[in-house]
């Protein structure tokens, strides 16, 4: 397979020399007689760390309990996707970032800058006063959102050995699962109580806890102590020319093209047209033009880059990232439509709907415990890669028998499989692809893998949005046609892409019409997601993921023996 001597060579060379790495280029200070002092250090460090994970989850799900009802705050419904998507498009530019940088200049300072760019965020979202506002401090908190949990994972794979590391992954999975439950629940009981503002404002001061303890209990290398992780000797620059500021750049530029062409689609209300437009094939050939040029410069930089070609050279990488997208764009597409669902269709308020995800949610971290305990054994890992997305594909089939009339206890038992699924898939995929690499190329390959998902969560987002209105303004114009007139049912779309608090003051066979179109577009975007599991699975069983890993897992953790030798010391720490 290619790349593969080559991946072997490079696994002897790095266990050979990581071996001649003494005990003070550790993270935290060598072992014999830690004091109090230095214990505390561990769990303080650990605290912040699953704190850090515990917001991320927060924020990703508590924007897409409240976005319908800011949007209707605002008055402009149809740019209330981006207070979701501005977030992810931003977090998901960024997070490879993290992993070269924290490479480059340390996991202190990416830390630091990672939590108080999130806090600032999130001020600036509780204290905004215009929607636009809104989805630019959105931006910035996705900027620091995503180093959170990337680099969460990479140092707890600098200080936790091999062999516990899925207990550690299992307890933040759990915290994530929890942080999206609080969200995804509580988000609309908080906006509906004491103003959604506080849904940003509450997760300052966590945040801001957090910053202090990666600025003064995180440390890199100190010439005085010399502790600290192994960081590159490098300053002014020499270090800048190590950033792939170029890639960084086309990665954006092509995402933020791509996700302009989605939204600006979303309000065609069924015209289909205006996907023909002038504006929107700049946008296409913009997007894929940005994309190809940053494949092309991550292949020829002399930079870090932000995705290394060899990670991307085997079959097994490759096809995991693959499944990365498809299981972001499902997980994602599930949360964001479940709410508009709920309120739009069945008729809850935001509070209610939100309540309604409560139950389902806390099976998400059931499902990463679950793979936490398994992974021990990573021969484990396709069969829970296989069944993770086995019961996303169940519970986005579960959700098309769903009915406005269907009870409160039916329905939470139904939205079960897929919170199980998807607790399973991303934890599973994320070691399927770490374990295939040498311990060297952790903070890269986490970061990959990170982006991966995170495009597939911003496609499930504004894909999903694009898809809903458009279908909801075609079928609306058709149902609707003979009751009302054309310019009536032009404005009426207009009137909706602004608010959906109208529908209830609406005459009951139109209210009836349009909750019904709603109804048929919703279904329809989760008959996208039932095809992409699908896809899914026939990748997982059909092209062999797993080979590469099969091949060289006892080679890995013979190499993987000498980090755990340095590690050791940390056993009764954790």
Request: aromatic share 12%; proline share 4%; net charge positive.
């Amino acid at each position: 397979m290619p790349g593969l001597g080559q991946n072997s060579n490079e696994r002897k060379n790095f266990a050979s020399s990581y071996s001649s790495i003494s005990r003070e280029e550790q993270l935290l200070p060598s072992p014999a007689g830690l004091s109090w002092a230095e214990r505390h250090k561990v769990f303080l460090i650990e605290t912040a760390l699953f704190t850090n994970v515990f917001l991320s989850g927060l924020d990703s799900t508590i924007s897409a309990s409240t976005y319908q009802l800011i949007g209707n705050e605002f008055g402009d419904v149809k740019l209330s996707s981006w207070i979701t998507t501005a977030y992810l498009i931003t977090c998901t530019s960024f997070q490879p970032l993290y992993g070269s940088f924290s490479d480059t200049l340390g996991r202190r300072h990416c830390l630091f800058f990672a939590n108080i760019v999130f806090a600032l965020g999130c001020f600036g979202c509780g204290t905004t006063s215009t929607i636009y506002s809104l989805i630019l401090m959105r931006a910035l908190t996705g900027i620091g959102g995503g180093g959170l949990i990337t680099l969460s994972t990479i140092i707890n794979s600098d200080i936790i050995p091999a062999k516990k590391r899925g207990i550690y992954q299992a307890f933040q999975n759990v915290l994530l699962g929890t942080g999206s439950v609080v969200g995804a629940s509580c988000g609309g009981l908080i906006a509906t109580s004491i103003g959604w503002r506080w849904c940003f404002l509450l997760q300052v001061p966590v945040s801001a806890a957090g910053t202090l303890v990666a600025y003064f209990f995180v440390h890199d290398r100190n010439p005085a102590t010399n502790d600290g992780p192994l960081v590159a000797k490098t300053t002014g620059w020499e270090t800048l020319k190590k950033i792939d500021f170029t890639g960084a750049l086309l990665l954006v530029l092509g995402l933020v093209c791509q996700l302009f062409f989605l939204t600006i689609n979303s309000s065609a209300k069924g015209e289909s047209s205006q996907w023909y437009n002038p504006q929107s094939i700049v946008l296409a050939v913009s997007t894929g033009f940005s994309l190809i040029l940053f494949a092309y410069v991550e292949r020829t930089t002399t930079a870090n880059p932000i995705i290394p070609h060899d990670l991307l050279s085997q079959m097994h990488g490759t096809t995991v990232l693959v499944i990365s997208v498809l299981v972001g764009f499902v997980a994602y597409a599930y949360i964001f439509t479940l709410p508009l669902y709920f309120q739009v269709v069945v008729g809850d308020t935001a509070a209610k709907a939100g309540l309604r995800l409560t139950i389902p949610s806390f099976c998400t971290p059931i499902g990463g415990v679950i793979t936490g305990l398994s992974m021990k054994n990573p021969k484990h890992l396709p069969v829970l890669l296989i069944s993770g997305i086995s019961f996303m594909l169940f519970g986005n089939l579960c959700f098309l028998f769903i009915k406005p009339s269907t009870s409160y206890w039916l329905t939470s038992l139904l939205l079960v499989p897929a919170n199980i699924g998807q607790g399973i898939t991303f934890p599973s995929t994320l070691f399927s692809f770490l374990f295939a690499f040498s311990p060297y190329k952790q903070a890269t390959a986490t970061s990959t893998l990170y982006l991966f998902r995170s495009i597939g969560c911003v496609w499930g987002v504004a894909g999903t949005s694009s898809m809903i209105q458009f279908t909801v303004g075609k079928l609306t114009r058709k149902r609707l046609k003979g009751m009302l007139t054309e310019k009536e049912i032009g404005k009426l779309l207009m009137q909706l892409s602004h608010t959906t608090s109208l529908i209830n003051n609406l005459p009951p066979d139109v209210r009836s019409a349009v909750i019904s179109s709603y109804d048929s577009a919703i279904k329809r975007a989760y008959f996208l997601s039932v095809f992409l599991c699908m896809v899914a699975i026939f990748l997982s069983v059909f092209k062999k993921v797993f080979e590469r890993q099969d091949n060289h897992e006892g080679q890995l953790v013979q190499e993987t023996e000498n980090l755990d030798i340095r590690r050791e010391s940390f056993n009764t720490l954790i």
